[in-house]
């Protein structure tokens, strides 16, 4: 049956693009993040190893959300590591960084994923497109205090 919400199928193909990107940037934030928690180290250990984990429990609830938003709008949603990684901004990292450095790379990714949330918000927006809108808000407003709190351990 064809999807009949009242966003024609041009549209709901520009938000499912969109909410593609958001996807495979929430995915490879989650496998940064749980990367890190395997493999940081040193005087920090303990705060980042839970911190870290506390991360990508919650980025491996929202890829559900947004996957599902795809759905919901008629078309598939990416699947594999080949596409997120086409379709991800945020980079993969060499070798083991520092406890500091991974510090670093996170608030970066959480802040590439706000970014892109923000992008698509006004495709969603003009496209009248409310369940849209509202997650991608409920993910910025994730992100944007992640990256808050993850800059602050930077700071003395
Ligand atoms: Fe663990």
Redesign the pocket.
């Known amino acids: 049956m064809q999807v009949d919400i009242g966003i024609d199928a041009k549209t709901r193909n520009d938000i499912a693009s969109g909410l593609s990107k958001v996807l495979a940037d929430t995915y490879t934030l989650y496998l940064k993040s749980?990367n890190f928690?395997?493999n940081v180290t040193g005087r920090m250990f303990q705060t980042l190893?839970l911190m870290f984990?506390q991360h990508y429990n919650e980025l491996a609830l929202a890829v559900d959300e947004i996957a599902e938003r795809i759905r919901a709008l008629g078309f598939p949603a990416p699947g594999t590591y080949r596409q997120f990684a086409a379709l991800s901004s945020i980079e993969e990292d060499d070798g083991v960084p520092t406890a500091l450095e991974m510090v670093r790379l996170l608030v970066a990714g959480h802040e590439t994923v706000a970014r892109t949330a923000r992008e698509v918000f006004k495709v969603a927006e003009a496209a009248n497109d409310q369940p849209t809108c509202d997650l991608l808000t409920q993910r910025m407003q994730v992100h944007e205090k992640t990256a808050w709190m993850l800059r602050s351990l930077l700071e003395e």
């Open positions: 749980h928690h395997w190893h984990e």
